[in-house]
């Protein structure tokens, strides 16, 4: 089964400083520990797809307009107090591992070392429309 797993960066949860005043040292050890787990979910075959998402600052939202061209809203969103800060597809044996995954992914390294414990929704991936359709 997949099931994908959205890292979700909020004020409200975290204690720590924005990524940008993290020491070099601290951004290495960060980014280390993502690429670590990377590669052994893909050394597990569970890897499907990984990626770190640029803040809202650089977000669209897109609605389809009345002629269904597209209207755009444009960052930043002063008011964005969450967003999705990246994601892992992962094709693992049950929604028991997929939770597992996205525990070990919350724990990524901040400041000091410690860990972000960063909030990680678990979704299973449909596999398509029920039978019957």
Known sequence: MKYMLLMQFSEKTVDFPPITEWTQDELRAHIAFMRDTNQKL????????AEGLAGPG?????????????VITEGP?????????????????????????AAHVSTAPGPGGKPLNMPVEVHQVMAGPPEEM
Do not use: H, M, N
Not at 42 to 49: D, K
Not at 58 to 70: P, W
Not at 77 to 101: H, M, N, Q
């Open 58 to 70: 650089q977000a669209r939202i897109v609605r389809a307009g009345g002629d269904g061209s597209a």
């Open 42 to 49: 893909s050394e597990a075959g569970e890897l499907v797809s």
């Open 77 to 101: 969103f002063p008011e964005t107090k969450e967003f999705l800060a990246g994601y892992w597809i992962v094709d693992c044996d049950s929604t028991e591992r997929a939770v597992e995954l």
